[in-house]
T-cell receptor, first 114, second 113 residues
Framework: AQSVTQLDSQVPVFEEAPVELRCNYS??????LFWYVQYPNQGLQLLLK??????LVKGINGFEAEFNKSQTSFHLRKPSVHISDTAEYFC????????????FGKGTHLIIQP | NAGVTQTPKFQVLKTGQSMTLQCAQD?????MYWYRQDPGMGLRLIYY???????DKGEVPNGYNVSRLNKREFSLRLESAAPSQTSVYFC????????????FGSGTRLTVV
């Protein structure tokens, strides 16, 4: 079974500053990794995913994440945030060989301060 | 528009009432899922269907039943609703044959009073 730990429940950042949202996972098998964003009162939108290949993954809205197998991490970064990035961010993992769904972290609330 | 459609979007139930949440996808995906989202808990898997004709329990199945009606549709039933089932419910689908990820519906906000 997998598990996902998002180390920060809230991250306050000033506008135009860089941000990193941390995600660590545990699994006994090879995995796929995802970051989703949820804006207030909306559904989940895929930011980016790691399936294979390059460990640096670029997503929408200027976000990127790096898969680090040795540290079992998949941290999300953005070099300069905007007010519109205020949202809840979820890291998720899926076993490669099974169709038994995603395991989510508890989420990180990104708060952008003007 | 292609994707995952959930109905209804909002529902208020009294304790003990029953209801069925509907989910349909038009992407010809084999696998479908039901999640619930509660504050501070992330999303937790209730039930899933890896392929048409199969269903399996997820992390939090108690109090729920599911039906994979056909390849497109996967419903979630609450037989006797309880206040602890107040949550936002999301349906999702994926295809392991051509795996690009998981597509989520827009959610159903359920309140049990």
């Amino acid at each position: 079974a997998q598990s996902v730990t998002q180390l920060d429940s809230q991250v306050p950042v000033f506008e135009e500053a860089p941000v990193e949202l941390r995600c660590n996972y545990s699994s006994s098998v090879s995995v796929y990794l995802f970051w989703y964003v949820q804006y207030p009162n909306q559904g989940l939108q895929l930011l980016l995913k790691y399936l294979s290949g390059s460990t640096l993954v670029k997503g929408i809205n200027g976000f990127e994440a790096e898969f680090n197998k040795s540290q079992t991490s998949f941290h999300l970064r953005k070099p300069s945030v905007h007010i519109s990035d205020t949202a809840e961010y979820f890291c998720a993992v899926s076993d490669q060989g099974y169709a038994d769904g995603l395991t989510f972290g508890k989420g990180t609330h990104l708060i952008i301060q003007p | 528009n292609a994707g995952v459609t959930q109905t209804p979007k909002f529902q208020v139930l009294k304790t003990g009432q029953s209801m069925t949440l509907q989910c349909a996808q038009d992407m010809n995906h084999n696998s479908m899922y039901w999640y619930r989202q509660d504050p501070g808990m992330g999303l937790r898997l209730i039930y899933y269907s890896a392929s048409e004709g199969t269903t399996d329990k997820g992390e939090v199945p108690n109090g729920y039943n599911v039906s994979r009606l056909n390849k497109r549709e996967f419903s979630l039933r609450l037989e006797s609703a309880a206040p602890s089932q107040t949550s936002v419910y999301f349906c999702a689908s994926s295809d392991r044959q051509v795996f690009y990820g998981y597509t989520f519906g827009s959610g159903t906000r359920l309140t049990v009073v």
